[in-house]
């Protein structure tokens, strides 16, 4: 088991509420062998996605499990690139809903002009906000969308709560969460998104299984690049720039008034200048 190298903040990054640091255990990917970091448009539809259960399907398996964690890990939880990967994974979530729906402009050309892949975490919410900006990032090679979920909710099987956002209630709510964001990001990118990442990142080991069942890797974090877009530039800087190879950074790209597009237009040059390069999750993890 590898221990995360999380700094500290929280993950609640539509409404940037300051949280507690976090240390939790990250458990190294086991797939399969990693591909060139370049992206290519068929790595970003990647393979055939097998059947999801239905809601019906999900309720009678898991409606009445009894949750044993709740934090940042969970049984599929993926937090790093497997191992002797050389490759870094930035990630970006885009929460959606009131004071979440920003959309930072000035980091995502300084990945365009630097030609830096990157995973798009985009809640429905922010999608209805920002349609125009979606389909462009949608048809760039350069990015993958994944799911960040319907109403950017903790994902509980009995309503935990995450830096004061009430999670799913049930095993029913949290097939709600996944599918209504699959459903609308299938239907505008003509395939269905192959990771999911939860409101604020956190789950228990109940809710984590459904995600599998549903056909989605649940994707988690060993680098909180930005404490839910609460950094200073300088600290998304210091932090973001120490990621080692095999890392998971997530950040936001819903907060331009933050420090997160200064910081990772200084880390990301540094990192370069060390030897590390950069993928998107689906290069990595197949």
Not at 5 to 31: I, M, N
Not at 54 to 71: F, L, N, S
Not at 74 to 92: E, K, Q, S
Not at 225 to 249: H, I, K, N
Request: proline fraction near 7%; glycine fraction near 12%.
């Amino acid at each position: 088991m590898v221990l995360a190298a999380l700094a500290g903040g929280a993950l609640a990054g539509c409404t940037a509420q300051k949280g507690p640091s976090k240390a939790e255990p990250a458990v190294a990917a086991s797939s399969s062998a990693p591909s060139s970091a370049g992206p290519s448009p068929s790595a970003v539809a990647g393979p055939a996605r097998p059947a999801t259960a239905t809601r019906a399907e999900i309720v009678a398996r898991y409606g009445h499990a009894v949750p044993h964690t709740w934090g940042f890990d969970g049984p599929g939880v993926v937090h790093r690139l497997p191992a002797g990967h050389r490759g870094i994974a930035l990630t970006f979530d885009a929460c959606g809903g009131r004071g979440g729906s920003g959309y930072d402009h000035v980091l995502i050309d300084f990945l365009r002009r630097r030609e830096i892949p990157a995973t798009l975490f985009i809640n429905s919410r922010w999608i209805e906000a920002n349609p125009a900006v979606f389909r462009r990032l949608a048809a760039e090679p350069l990015f993958e969308i994944a799911n960040h979920g319907t109403r950017h909710l903790p994902l509980s099987v009995t309503g935990r709560s995450a830096y004061g956002i009430p999670g799913t209630r049930d095993a029913a709510e949290v097939y709600e969460e996944i599918a209504g964001n699959r459903a609308k990001l299938t239907r505008l990118l003509g395939h269905p998104p192959r990771f999911f990442r939860s409101g604020t990142a956190y789950c228990d080991d109940v809710a984590a299984r459904i995600v599998t069942a549903m056909g989605e890797r649940f994707a988690g974090f060993s680098v909180n690049g930005d404490g839910g877009a609460t950094f200073t530039p300088e600290q998304v800087r210091t932090t973001v720039a120490s990621a080692p190879a095999g890392s998971v950074v997530i950040c936001h790209m819903n907060h331009p008034e933050g420090g997160t597009a200064a910081g990772i237009t200084a880390a990301v040059p540094r990192l370069l200048a060390s030897g590390h390069t950069f993928v998107r999750l689906s290069d990595a993890l197949h």
